[in-house]
């Protein structure tokens, strides 16, 4: 049960989506265009930057489940904004000094200030342990080598929040560089190639070659324990909350579909009368519609463990991995209501399929959240002796 502040929130996430989000979605997604800085501006205004920001440094000082709730509304309109608000709300502002990392989140919670995720490898993505991106200390500075794939926004981004190897090893000897840059712009010892993609439009992917990258010691994040190596921690702890983000996404997705399939279905005739009054039709719906709701009662679950402070790792899985494999299943059978027309890029529901195919595989995929649970559930499992039975 939503609270009456969080249904407000929501509410004017859907209008601002209805009536600003989704035209220029409709009208850039077909171009592969960017996200307009306009809607950047627009969504720094609404606070959507500053959502888990404190007020005290210019935010909205809510939870996960404000964050997830208004992301859903922004997918339903574009992945691609909803993705966006994630290079913000207080994630990559984790350096020493105190004064800077207040004047990190001030900015960003006015949506001034956005960074871009420099994680993944070619030929490390599921395996992030096997991070071959090396960071070398010389006197004052860390000196940066390695390539990187899957860096959304790193051109327009404010800074790049690279993952980098410290010291040998797989878990430990990993942390994170926090690179400054002009927005549009790489700096010098960085260089990068966009990735051709099939759908996730209005955010640019990029390829980067990271060669000599000079990087000051103070602009290393500062993990739990203000140690080197920590980087794996750290990485652990904002995995949740990417699952919790993708799972609002895929659910957002979803809808878009499950929206769009309701209104056509009632202006399509077929043999002399609407296809929604066929049986068929009520059935796809009547389940899509289930699809959506038990995803969102999944992620608001895990995301209320979130904001109570609780471990919620297997939650955070298990809303992932349901709403991603619902939000595909949705999208198609919206396809299937619009009929041949579905399968033509004159209506979006074409882009919510290829947005929501997407989240089975950024974020952890589906195997990987399988295999996560199934790991919970086996280390909880302790088998029952015949002895204990008869008790």
Same mark, same amino acid.
């Given at each position: 049960?939503?609270?009456?502040?969080?249904?407000? +929130? @929501?509410?004017?996430?859907?209008?601002?989506?209805?009536?600003?989000?989704?035209?220029?979605?409709?009208? +850039?997604?077909?171009?592969?265009?960017?996200?307009?800085?306009?809607?950047?501006?627009?969504?720094?205004?609404?606070?959507?930057?500053?959502?888990?920001?404190?007020?005290?440094?210019?935010? !909205?000082?809510?939870?996960?489940?404000?964050?997830?709730?208004?992301?859903?509304? +922004?997918?339903?309109?574009?992945?691609?904004?909803?993705?966006?608000?994630?290079?913000?709300?207080?994630?990559?502002?984790?350096?020493?000094?105190?004064?800077? @990392?207040?004047?990190?989140?001030?900015?960003?919670?006015?949506?001034?200030?956005?960074?871009?995720?420099?994680?993944?490898?070619?030929?490390?993505?599921?395996?992030?342990?096997?991070?071959?991106?090396?960071?070398?200390?010389?006197?004052?500075?860390?000196? +940066?080598?390695?390539?990187?794939?899957?860096?959304?926004?790193?051109?327009?981004?404010?800074?790049?929040?690279? !993952?980098?190897?410290?010291?040998?090893?797989?878990?430990?000897? !990993?942390?994170?560089?926090?690179?400054?840059?002009?927005?549009?712009?790489?700096?010098?010892?960085?260089?990068?190639?966009?990735?051709?993609?099939?759908?996730?439009?209005?955010?640019?992917?990029?390829?980067?070659?990271?060669?000599?990258?000079?990087?000051?010691?103070?602009?290393?994040?500062?993990?739990?324990?203000?140690?080197?190596?920590?980087?794996?921690?750290?990485?652990?702890?904002?995995?949740?909350?990417? @699952?919790?983000?993708?799972?609002?996404?895929?659910?957002?997705?979803? @809808?878009?579909?499950?929206?769009?399939?309701?209104?056509?279905?009632?202006?399509?005739?077929?043999?002399?009368?609407?296809?929604?009054?066929?049986?068929?039709?009520?059935?796809?719906?009547?389940?899509?519609?289930?699809?959506?709701?038990?995803?969102?009662?999944?992620?608001?679950?895990?995301?209320?463990?979130?904001?109570?402070?609780?471990?919620?790792?297997?939650?955070?899985?298990?809303?992932?991995?349901?709403?991603?494999?619902?939000?595909?299943?949705?999208?198609?059978?919206?396809?299937?209501?619009?009929?041949?027309?579905?399968?033509?890029?004159?209506?979006?529901?074409?882009?919510?399929?290829?947005?929501?195919?997407?989240?089975?595989?950024?974020?952890?995929?589906?195997?990987?959240?399988?295999?996560?649970?199934?790991?919970?559930?086996?280390?909880?499992?302790?088998?029952?002796?015949?002895?204990?039975?008869?008790?």
């Amino acid at each position: 049960m939503l609270t009456r502040d969080q249904e407000t +929130l @929501r509410d004017q996430a859907r209008e601002f989506t209805a009536a600003e989000l989704l035209p220029v979605a409709n009208e +850039l997604d077909p171009q592969q265009a960017d996200i307009p800085w306009s809607i950047i501006d627009r969504m720094g205004e609404l606070g959507y930057f500053g959502i888990m920001i404190a007020r005290e440094h210019g935010g !909205l000082g809510l939870g996960m489940t404000e964050y997830c709730l208004v992301t859903e509304e +922004l997918a339903r309109g574009w992945m691609s904004a909803a993705s966006v608000i994630a290079r913000a709300n207080g994630a990559g502002a984790a350096v020493a000094d105190p004064q800077w @990392r207040a004047d990190i989140l001030r900015s960003q919670a006015a949506g001034r200030w956005m960074w871009a995720g420099a994680f993944t490898e070619p030929e490390a993505g599921s395996d992030l342990a096997n991070i071959s991106c090396t960071a070398e200390r010389r006197g004052d500075v860390y000196v +940066l080598n390695g390539e990187k794939r899957w860096c959304g926004w790193a051109k327009a981004a404010d800074a790049i929040l690279v !993952l980098a190897r410290t010291a040998p090893g797989r878990r430990e000897g !990993l942390d994170f560089f926090l690179v400054e840059k002009k927005r549009g712009e790489f700096p010098p010892g960085i260089t990068g190639t966009p990735i051709p993609k099939i759908g996730y439009h209005g955010i640019t992917s990029w390829q980067l070659q990271i060669t000599d990258l000079e990087v000051p010691v103070t602009h290393r994040q500062v993990g739990p324990n203000g140690e080197t190596g920590e980087g794996f921690a750290q990485f652990a702890d904002l995995i949740n909350w990417g @699952r919790l983000h993708t799972a609002a996404r895929a659910v957002g997705a979803a @809808r878009g579909a499950l929206e769009d399939a309701t209104a056509y279905a009632q202006r399509r005739v077929q043999f002399g009368k609407p296809i929604a009054s066929f049986q068929a039709i009520k059935f796809r719906l009547a389940d899509m519609a289930t699809q959506v709701a038990a995803a969102r009662a999944l992620y608001l679950d895990a995301a209320a463990l979130y904001d109570a402070g609780m471990d919620c790792r297997q939650e955070c899985s298990m809303a992932k991995l349901f709403a991603s494999e619902a939000a595909e299943q949705v999208a198609s059978s919206a396809m299937q209501v619009f009929g041949g027309n579905g399968y033509t890029t004159e209506h979006a529901v074409e882009r919510h399929w290829r947005d929501a195919r997407l989240t089975q595989i950024f974020e952890g995929t589906s195997e990987i959240q399988r295999t996560l649970i199934a790991q919970h559930l086996l280390r909880e499992f302790q088998p029952v002796t015949r002895e204990e039975e008869t008790r």
